[in-house]
């Protein structure tokens, strides 16, 4: 357990001042992306999920 914590740190150390726009990640097989139009995505759901009329009221 303690190793997977190492390569975190060490992963975080050499990415430190790195731009979001030039670190390319890639989930699931899906074609690479940028850093920052990953966390673009996630925050679009996320305020759809907050945004998104509740169904499960009983009227």
Known sequence: MGKGKDMD???SEMLRGVP???IL??????????LADHV????EKARQ???????????
């Open 40 to 43: 673009k995505e996630r925050q």
């Open 9 to 11: 740190k060490e992963l």
């Open 25 to 34: 990640i890639s989930f699931d097989d899906k074609p690479a992306k940028s």
């Open 49 to 59: 999920k907050k945004c998104r009329p509740r169904d499960d009221r009983g009227r």
């Open 20 to 22: 979001p726009q030039n």
